[in-house]
């Protein structure tokens, strides 16, 4: 039997590619194409609509980063909020923090969910938490129109956008957010690579900046996204990502397989190409 390989190509200039051993999931959901399969060396790995989202051999590298640095300096994380997510490994490092007492979850597409929880067990630890409160429905709805209590932490953990993650990017969205962010809070979300997407995520930045008056993007390895250099950014009315909890993080970092306080001081150091961009 001829080697099979599954590619992600980024417009026509950048591709990467994996070796399959055997495929577990394939099938068109209401909003995309989900597919899981056994690499041979990445371990189970999740696309939609031919994009890669998730590996087991990587994941901690994203997963810890989008979480960390927001949970160990927000001033509370008794309420967390996850948008998107399906494979679960948001919510995951969010519920390894004591102090949270409700993790709500927000994921627009039931089939995701399913499909990583049936085959990817070791990213998604989390689906019997009692603080998890998991709602299959549409993220950019729930912030414009829930009446729940507001959080002290969000995190946006969706794709590219693109398909049904296109108005998750926008400042609409970012104002849902904020109307149910606590006056303390802080928003964190993956802003895209700021090497291969720099447009985007110059545009992410400063749409942010028309909503939050603190924006403070941040930087490290996310080595299934192509080009290995991944940016997220934390949002707020005026939180200093720098006032790590001691605490907090002393007993996330014991936990932590890349994370830590000096990957997050660090982190937040601003490449000079971004720094002097014109825009």
Not at 66 to 91: C, E, F, K, N, Q
Not at 121 to 132: E, F, M, N
Not at 147 to 173: H, K, W
């Amino acid at each position: 039997m001829a080697d099979e390989w599954y590619y992600e190509q980024f417009e026509n200039h950048t591709r990467l590619g994996m070796r399959v051993k055997r495929h577990l999931v394939s099938e068109q959901s209401d909003f995309q194409q989900i597919e899981l399969f056994e690499a041979e060396r990445y371990g189970r790995v999740l696309t939609l609509d031919g994009v890669y989202q998730t590996s087991e051999l990587e994941e901690y590298f994203y997963h810890e980063m989008l979480v960390h640095p927001t949970m160990t300096s927000a001033p509370r994380i008794r309420r967390a909020l996850v948008i998107g997510g399906g494979d679960g490994g948001t919510a995951r490092e969010v519920l390894k923090h004591p102090e949270v007492e409700t993790c709500v979850m927000v994921e627009i597409d039931a089939r995701v969910v399913e499909a990583c929880r049936a085959h990817l067990p070791t990213i998604g630890t989390a689906w019997h938490d009692p603080r998890l409160d998991l709602r299959i429905g549409d993220g950019i709805a729930f912030v414009k129109e829930t009446d729940i209590e507001p959080f002290d932490a969000i995190f946006l953990d969706g794709s590219d956008p693109i398909g049904p993650n296109t108005g998750l990017y926008d400042e609409a969205f970012y104002r849902g957010c904020a109307r149910v962010l606590a006056p303390d809070g802080v928003f964190a979300l993956q802003s895209e690579s700021p090497f291969l997407m720099r447009d985007i995520f110059l545009q992410i930045q400063e749409t942010l900046g028309q909503v939050f008056e603190r924006v403070d993007p941040y930087f490290g390895p996310a080595p299934i996204y192509g080009c290995g250099m991944w940016s997220w950014t934390c949002a707020s009315r005026g939180v200093d990502p720098m006032a790590m909890v001691t605490g907090r993080v002393e007993r996330i970092e014991a936990q932590s397989r890349y994370y830590n306080r000096d990957i997050h001081r660090g982190a937040f150091a601003v490449p000079n190409d971004l720094r002097h961009d014109p825009r």
